[in-house]
């Protein structure tokens, strides 16, 4: 049967059948069974095209049920999108299956939501040849939206959508699913025409071919479910093509009023066009309940809509023109100014008379006091525990706390209770597939080489065959050592990263560590969450040592863990140990610590432009706000820790950037120099999660600098919102702390904004977030520093009224005046845009 497999592996489809036609069936069930063989151990084993065409024709005529030729083509490595079904069809002919609808039910069930293209053509051409029902489960409904523009290869010369659904045997059945699953909006548009189907539909409801009202309700239906904006996009356009008459949305009144109250901003839109149209059909006491909904609703067109709406109103019924007046009052409260100030006047005009209470002057914050960071997690003494926690951290990132934690155990258990580890912590390793594929850059790879090292305490075989990378890694790394700062020969920075430096020795040296006996654990190993550790826990660590030796960069990465400051007491203790661990921690605590960098902020462009197809270049920004750190003039840095060059936008190291606090938690200021890259892609390049450090940050200590103030603008201005809360969480730590130098981080916000390097809109819901929290005299000098460089760009970037809004409420709140430059140009140029009637507003209330 070599030929035949042959033939299967090019997916010549005309060989496999003539093979499997001069069979018997006996002969077809036990080629069946090497198929299943041959399947399982190719090496290559992915099948799609031809090849998985050839595949399924030869299931069908081999295996004897349905399960069985499910199993063989329901594996992930089977491709059916592309897959050709008429051979198959003639084949299940040929052989007399009876089982064809089965199968395709089967493949149905094993289909993806989330990839709902993925062989359904083929199984719906299996049941279409059966004129079988279909099956309607979330993932065949959503293939068959996504059928609707999208055709195999085979079927690209296609008739019009219109022309497919009028003739398709599975629209009644799928049609009303089309409104219940989840979802399914998105899978009707994705690469295709959005609003295709709904144009089609429309049009079959007018041929008669479907039922209007039903089409109508069943919209409604998905609109009050609720989905994401894109998936509800096609039911919109399908309401707006059935255009409901005012009977219509009379009957469905109240399904109308739910939108307008709770949905979307674009539904509720749709619900407020279709309920105005009414005039007097809907009661104003169930009016009334939507509109004080609509009324504190953050889209400002809904909004303003609904204040002209109640003004027609009143005008229109006098007699209750008092209680539409209490309504519009309601939007008083609204956060936008220019709405609150249409609101009260508009209910003024009608009669209602607005209770004036004065402003309560606030002189500052009311945040409560800082509280020390947590203390970090208690040591890992057992075996178990080890296990545990690797196995809820290995391969979901490793945050620091954990990683350290981890390591700390290792060295304390692999040298106490080694074959328990081995025995507990192997089978973890190899069910995350921990060491099976050698990395080609793994010197210098801390993922790599913590992989390493859990292997070499799980096996110590395997520990063997990583001695000699260790002994290089820490071979290499002998040229720098960490002090003297000063009064030696000058040192080149290292071409990697200090992170990965460090901890590449760390691991090294920790791999090495393994073999000893009775390890009482790392001198390195946090007493904070920051990762910071105490210079008294660190003297008594080296005295409990003895004369024991101690390793180099486990004692390396614990003085940079120290508060920075001086300690002469403590020094003079740690001094009378008399070993070198001692006054090594003795100097560092008398002023021999890590010195202060020179920083600069600088402007930088882009990376060049490969020769090749460049993918990612049009998406990076043009250029970028970043700053530059260097060692001050006389002293060294053979690590590379004060060293930050200005990197090109596009270039630069991929460290574990939660690992960075933890390697300097006294030096937030540097630690935010080497993480500001990465942290601006938030803001400009859209990448998520990657301001979520801010508040670790926030937590550490040292000063701030340039650097954190600039990451949190960046921060304030990104893209998704866990990135503008974690910016926020971090501006309320550094402001109840007394660390938040916020006209700094104002005057980088304006900036940026103004040259164009972030969005500004994005920035106004955490200031105001800052505001309710508890810290308007904060948010309030942030602004002023940021106004400037607002209001005098040429064109004032969007987002800046928002912005002069919030600095009116606070400059108002707080009572503390602060001047603002360019605030009277634009007061002085007149008229009534919003910029200059915001400009305006804050001017009175510095007034």
Known sequence: MTDFFESLTRGDVPAVRSVLHALDEPGRRALGEELVAHVRRRRDNWWWGKEATALAVAAVGTQSTAIKAAALLGRRSVWLREADPEPVIAAARQRGVTWLPDLAYRLAERMRRNEPWQGWHFTAALLRAEQAPPPTGDAFVAGWANAMWWQPLQARQQQPLLDRLRDDPFLDALLPRLFEVDGVGADLSVGGDGQAAARALATLAVEGRLDRVALLDGVLGRLLRGDRPAALRPFLALHELLAPTPDEVTARAGAYLRLLADAPGPVATTAQRA???????????????????????????????????????????????AEIAALLAAGADHPSADLRDRAVALAERHGHRAVRHAAVTVAGDELPPPTPAAAAPPPITEVDELVEEVSAVIGQGWPASALERVLDGLVRLATTDRDRLEAALLPV?????????????????????????????????????????????????????????????????????????????????IGQRLDARDDPGLLAAPTSATGAVDPTVLYERLAALGDRPVWRWDLTQALLRLPAGVDEPLAAKAAAL?????????????????????????????????????????????????????????????????????????????DWTDLWPALLPGHRGLVAAHLLPGIARAAQEDVREAATVLPVLAECTGPSGPALDLAMAYGLCARHEVDRVATLDALLTLAAAGDLDAPAVGTHLGGLAADGQVTLTRAATPLRDAVAAGAPLSTWRLLAGALPALLTAPTPPRGTPDLLTLAAETARATGVRIEVPGLADVVARGGGSRLVTEARRLAAALA
């Open 275 to 321: 309920l105005r149209g009414l005039d007097d059909a809907v009661e104003l006491e169930a009016l009334a309940e939507a509109a004080r909904a609509v009324l504190t609703r953050p889209e400002k067109g809904l909004v303003r809509a609904q204040l002209s709406w109640l003004d027609a109103l009143a005008r229109q019924r006098p007699d209750r023109a």
């Open 578 to 654: 008399g070993t070198a661990a001692g006054d090594e921690l003795a100097g560092w605590l008398r002023g021999d610590a890590l010195p202060t960098p020179v920083q600069r902020v600088v402007t930088v462009g882009r990376r060049d432009r490969a020769d090749t197809y460049d993918y990612g270049y049009d998406r990076l920004p043009i250029r970028r706000t970043v700053v530059a750190s260097a060692p001050s003039e006389g002293v060294a840095d053979p690590l590379g820790l004060l060293t930050v060059p200005a990197q090109l936008v596009g270039r630069g190291h991929g």
């Open 429 to 509: 390793l190899r069910r995350h597939h921990v060491g099976e594929y050698d990395h080609m850059w793994a010197m210098f790879n801390v993922p790599v080489q913590l992989h390493r090292v859990l292997l070499a305490a799980a096996a110590p075989a395997e520990a063997a065959t990583r001695r000699d990378q260790w002994a290089a890694i820490l071979s290499e790394s002998l040229t720098r050592a960490l002090r003297p700062f000063r009064r030696r020969p000058a040192v080149e920075p290292p071409r990697r990263s200090a992170l990965t430096l460090v901890y590449s020795a760390r691991l090294a040296e």
